[in-house]
T-cell receptor, first 110, second 113 residues
Framework: DQQVKQNSPSLSVQEGRISILNCDYT??????FLWYKKYPAEGPTFLIS?????DKNEDGRFTVFLNKSAKHLSLHIVPSQPGDSAVYFC?????????FGTGTRLAVRP | EAQVTQNPRYLITVTGKKLTVTCSQN?????MSWYRQDPGLGLRQIYY???????DKGDVPEGYKVSRKEKRNFPLILESPSPNQTSLYFC????????????FGEGSRLTVL
């Protein structure tokens, strides 16, 4: 039972444009939502998070939006850069448990 | 340098031969966790620990054991590895529970023949 889902396995975007990565979840009891970025041969690195009581959090080029009624989370990257090419995982916490989605591979074309 | 260190990074073994993947963090984090990454399945939590001597099962604990005798170390033990445990394993730690901003190791690629 996949509680956190990333339905798009891949996304290709032109450099300078907006990248929008999506994530859906089924458990309304999640406390926090997070995004991690993973390059090949490296461990994932934390990118940005949002509390379940908020609907938006921004950090530089990265903004996370939370729509609780739709149980939907999205990550916006503006402007996209070639160095953003990586696999992005969304994740959600409930207490001390963290559940990851299956990942979306983002390719930013120069 | 703040880091999470896993060893070995690569290992090929045979079915039934016990092995341990070590994990050590130098950030004095209370929370530590193990994940496995498989194609199409993302990262799945195996075990986690909120503090010394406190461990709990994640989503896929079958076939694995852990221990947390010291704050900095959280080894993953495969008592009798099987081919379905061939995977990429990640150890992670976090300074707090809320939000769980994890710091990951570089990964250990395990192949069980």
């Amino acid at each position: 039972d996949q509680q956190v889902k990333q339905n798009s396995p891949s996304l290709s975007v032109q450099e300078g444009r907006i990248s929008i990565l999506n994530c859906d979840y089924t458990n309304s009891m999640f406390d926090y939502f997070l995004w991690y970025k993973k390059y090949p041969a490296e461990g994932p690195t934390f990118l940005i998070s949002i509390s379940s009581i908020k609907d938006k959090n921004e950090d530089g080029r990265f903004t996370v939006f939370l729509n609780k009624s739709a149980k939907h989370l999205s990550l916006h990257i503006v402007p996209s850069q070639p160095g953003d090419s990586a696999v992005y995982f969304c994740a959600a916490t409930r207490g001390d448990k963290l559940t990851f989605g299956t990942g979306t591979r983002l390719a930013v074309r120069p | 340098e703040a880091q999470v260190t896993q060893n070995p990074r690569y290992l090929i073994t045979v079915t039934g031969k016990k092995l341990t993947v070590t994990c050590s963090q130098n950030m004095n984090h209370e929370y530590m966790s193990w994940y496995r990454q498989d194609p199409g399945l993302g990262l799945r939590q195996i075990y986690y620990s909120m503090n010394v001597e406190v461990t709990d099962k994640g989503d896929v604990p079958e076939g694995y054991k852990v221990s947390r005798k010291e704050k900095r170390n959280f080894p993953l033990i495969l008592e009798s590895p099987s081919p379905n445990q061939t995977s990429l394993y990640f150890c992670a730690s976090s300074p707090r529970l809320a939000g769980l901003e994890l710091f990951f190791g570089e990964g250990s690629r395990l192949t069980v023949l």
